[in-house]
């Protein structure tokens, strides 16, 4: 039998084991609460306690190239050192592991570590750190290599911090310059492609963190580093061989015509690439100085003149209103109508002209009257599928759109005018399309600069190309392509622009120069251009070459040297094969 005092004890110990046990159990039930449940939690809690700032990890911004891989633009990374004189003191580094004894490392040790890395000696990187401008901070030396910043790092003690400075570098100098763009002093992209492309040449940083101990240590095994992402590689259509000789041309002959800019566009009549967009002036990259970036070739609008009256019997053409032997009388100067006047370049009786031979002899008052065969509304939408009035599939950095007033603003004498290429304007690049069509068969192939972005990880992007658009039939194109091939054969300048070899197709241009000053045209001041193809047979290459106010020789010939240079160099270039079949008998300029 149990006394009294003896369940007394029993029931004291058995309530004292009770609430070591329910202690037991919560602090059980708490520790499975912080290692499993919020592990996560405190893990992240506990670390943000403890993380030190860390290190950048900065990516490089990518290449641009060309279309074979010749660098036209690239970054170079350099490091600046600098030291915290405040915490310079021994430290323990785990050279060998976190389960290896540490190396203590004193003062003495990281100074002649340093001196090594940086080519420096002992003596000099101490005066550096005894004329700190401040007690956190002592610059070194700058200008290190990607090498000597990973030799720094690995001496593994704090006070040392090596800034990275990116430099922009642009192998070519001035080749491409206009179409390549720049960056400023702070890396931020300015101009041309390199605001184009932005989106694919900037790099992702990246960081690494660590804890640290008690004394600034880095405690071994906390890294955990998040990798930079480079830029990707941006690709160009462009041949920088090519685009560096046509800059040199165009300059020449900037300097002998006495005008005020020039440009020369190579495109690849098949697909549409831009081979070389050349202009004098253009812009070195590596100093623009205070350059708008700009590429005048894609920004400077103009009235196109005779070139577009291969477009205006194109239209009527393909709208089966005239052949190429269709006529009219058309004499040197006459007054239509409704008031407006019209004149030819040079004076001549009237004339029975087929449109062959209008286009010859390039008869502003002959045009006039075929162009007139369809009414207004019909050529607007035509000058539209041609491509003016709306910026190229390029849709270059600040890339105008030209000129082309609604037909219901056209007056008296646009109605005629228009006809031969003025009262309205376009840039290079949209004439350049225009005759890519007719070399091709009467095909559209979107003019591209970009072929590609090849991201870090390898990966290719392709641009969005429009797809190639039929604007005429092939045999339109083809009478049509025949008929500037007569142009360039029966024309003033066949001479000048001939290729030993080659059947060439060319039409020149000469305009008015506008004056957004006074809203009029510049008295006895011209703007000059030509644009052909070749082989005519079997056409590759569409080249298009402005002058803008010569001085020397105003009129369109102006541009014949430029032109004849250009074509020779890039049939050269790419090895084009000559024409294999003579031009057929040529075309008659007038009507029996």
């Known amino acids: 039998m149990t006394t ?48 030190a700032d860390g290190d950048v990890l900065y990516g490089t911004r990518g290449e641009i190239v060309d279309k074979d891989g010749t660098v036209l633009a690239s970054t170079s990374v350099e490091y600046a050192l600098q030291l915290d004189p405040e915490i310079i003191k021994d430290y323990d580094v785990y050279y060998d592991g976190f389960d290896k004894d540490p190396t203590v490392v004193t003062w003495e040790m990281a100074r002649a570590k340093i001196a090594a890395a940086t080519a420096m000696t002992e003596d000099e990187v101490q005066a550096a750190l005894d004329n700190a401008p401040s007690p956190r901070w002592a610059p070194v030396k700058s200008g290190l290599t990607t090498q000597q910043y990973l030799d720094l790092r690995a001496i593994g003690v704090p006070y040392i911090a090596s800034t990275p400075t990116e430099k922009r570098i642009y192998e070519n100098g001035a080749v491409a310059g206009n179409i390549v763009g720049f960056t400023g002093s702070d890396g931020a992209p300015l101009a041309g ?51 560096w000789y046509m800059q040199q041309m165009i300059t020449e002959e900037v300097g002998i015509q006495g005008a005020k800019y020039g440009s ?55 709208e089966r209103v005239a052949t190429p032997m269709t006529s009219v009388w058309a004499s040197g100067y006459e007054t239509f109508d409704n008031g407006a006047a019209v004149g030819d370049a040079f004076r001549h009786d009237s004339y029975h002209y ?5 286009l010859i002899d390039s008869s502003n008052v002959a045009l ?44 008296y004498q646009t109605i005629y005018a228009s006809t031969f290429g003025q009262s309205f304007q376009v840039t290079a690049p949209q004439v350049a399309s225009a005759y890519q069509v007719i070399a091709n068969d009467g095909v559209k192939q979107p003019l591209q600069l970009i072929e590609s972005c090849t991201n870090a990880d390898g990966t290719v992007d392709k641009p969005t190309v429009a797809e190639p658009e039929r604007i005429l039939d092939v045999d339109v194109a083809s009478d049509l392509s025949l008929m500037i091939e007569n142009v360039a054969e029966q024309g003033g300048i066949a001479d000048m622009i001939r290729v030993p070899g080659f059947r060439i197709a060319a039409k020149t241009g000469t305009a008015q120069t506008y004056d957004d000053a006074t809203g009029g045209y510049k008295a006895n001041v011209y703007d000059t251009s030509i644009v052909g193809y070749a082989p005519a047979d079997d056409p590759e290459y569409v080249v298009m070459i402005t002058l803008k106010e ?43």
């Open 550 to 592: 010569p001085t020397r020789v105003t009129s369109s010939t102006a541009t014949a040297p430029a032109f004849q240079k250009a074509m020779t160099q890039v049939l050269k270039n790419y090895r084009v094969m000559p024409s294999e079949t003579p031009i057929p008998a040529l075309l008659p300029k007038f009507a029996e």
């Open 264 to 318: 020369v566009l190579v495109v690849e009549s098949k697909t549409g690439k831009i081979r070389a967009a050349a202009e004098y002036d253009t812009v070195d990259s590596n100093s623009p100085g205070g350059s708008s970036g700009s590429s005048r070739l894609f920004v400077d609008s103009f009235e196109p003149g005779s070139t577009f009256k291969a477009i205006t019997a194109a239209m009527i053409m393909q």
């Open 354 to 358: 087929t449109l062959a031979g209008a």
């Open 4 to 51: 009294r005092a003896t369940r007394t004890p029993r029931r004291r110990t058995s309530v004292a084991l009770l609430l070591i046990f329910g202690v037991l159990i919560a602090f059980t039930v708490r520790l499975i609460d912080i290692q499993v449940v919020k592990a996560e939690e405190y893990t992240d809690a506990f670390k943000a306690a403890r993380l």
């Open 368 to 411: 006039s009257k075929f162009g007139t065969m369809l009414p207004p509304q019909k050529r607007y939408e035509w000058l539209q599928k041609f491509g003016v009035g709306e910026i190229t599939d390029v849709a270059f950095s600040g890339e105008e759109d030209g000129v082309l007033h609604p037909v219901e603003d056209w007056d």
């Open 193 to 243: 492609i390199e605001l184009m492309e932005d989106a694919c040449l900037s790099a992702t940083n990246g960081a690494t963190t660590y804890e640290v101990g008690g004394n600034g240590e880095i405690i071994p095994g906390s890294q955990e580093t998040e990798p930079a992402v480079d830029g990707g590689t941006v690709t160009l259509t462009l041949d920088a061989d090519l685009q």
